[in-house]
């Protein structure tokens, strides 16, 4: 695996930590709605300018915040992310299964998965993405049995794109193109898409979110992020066939050398 001290310091993980911190925040539900209604009543009690903005704002924020966070809102939301996911089985022949980091939490189920399928012979080795999660994962897919030979991964990435790019750099020079794609249900669909888009093959295993370490309301939440993280790479043109970086994470203790773009399959 590369070293943890090669990995670049870029914007990207720095506006991922700003993000997954306000995705904290929102997680307050009860915080959240006396924060709202406080900025809803109190510019009439200070007699602040633009108070009737101020609070219709707020108003429709809390309105937002609250319609978001309802059980018929996250099974809906839950149901349109997960029902474009294929429900076939894996194949038997995929090159790698790829495993991507998304906490501690989520950890568990993903070391599950990835030691089951190895187990089956779906794919002959494992490879883990994530900055922060990739040396857990790694660490716990070993004590399942699997051997270290057949483990690989990058601790870098910060970002679903980061994900696949670095991922890419790594797995597309060896001659891996079919892979089996282990993450969540609601992140599943972003990464597929982007996955496909720098030219792998791409089988999705959805993994169940569990809900009784994540709790209720860090579950609605995730589903919501997706939503916007959805919008934003398609709005970036993430889904759509493009150049991999095969340079991106050069590894000077393996001897790699940095190589030139490889295109992605349509």
């Known amino acids: 695996m590369i070293d943890l001290t090669a990995c670049p310091d870029t914007a990207a993980s720095h506006w991922a930590g700003f993000t997954w911190q306000t995705f904290d925040a929102l997680t307050h539900y009860k915080r959240v709605i006396v924060t709202l209604l ?5 510019p009439w009690i200070g007699k602040l300018p633009f108070k009737r903005w101020i609070s219709a704002l707020s108003l429709v924020t809390l309105s937002l915040y609250v319609t978001l ?11 349109a992310l997960t029902l474009p996911i294929s429900e076939a089985a894996p194949r038997h022949d995929a090159d790698a299964i790829v495993v991507l980091g998304r906490g501690d939490e989520l ?4 070391v599950d998965a990835a ?8 794919a002959p080795r494992i490879f ?25 991964g990058e601790p870098c990435s910060s970002t679903t794109e980061e994900n696949a790019q670095y991922t890419a750099s790594i797995l597309r020079p060896q001659g891996v ?13 972003r990464s597929l898409l982007t996955f496909r888009s720098l030219g792998f093959d791409v ?16 579950s ?17 043109g993430r889904f759509f066939p493009r150049e991999v970086a095969i340079d991106a994470l050069p590894s000077p203790e393996r001897g790699e050398q940095p190589m030139g773009p490889v295109r992605g399959a349509a």
């Not at 883990?128 to 399942?144: C, F, M, N, T, W």
């Open 115 to 122: 030691t089951a399928l190895w187990q089956q012979n779906r």
């Open 128 to 152: 883990v993405s994530g900055r922060g999660d990739a040396p857990k994962l790694i660490e716990q897919i070993a004590e399942r049995g699997v051997p270290a030979a057949a483990i690989d």
């Open 38 to 42: 406080a900025f809803a009543i109190l």
């Open 177 to 189: 193109q079919r892979i089996i794609l282990v993450t969540d249900g609601p992140h599943m669909l």
């Open 69 to 79: 966070a309802s059980p018929l809102s996250t099974t809906v939301g839950l149901k």
């Open 220 to 236: 609605k939440f995730l589903i919501a992020r997706e939503y916007m993280g959805i919008v934003s790479y398609g709005v970036l």
């Open 203 to 218: 089988t999705p295993y959805a993994t169940q979110l569990p809900r009784e370490k994540l709790g209720r309301n860090r």
């Open 107 to 110: 950890q568990p189920t993903r």
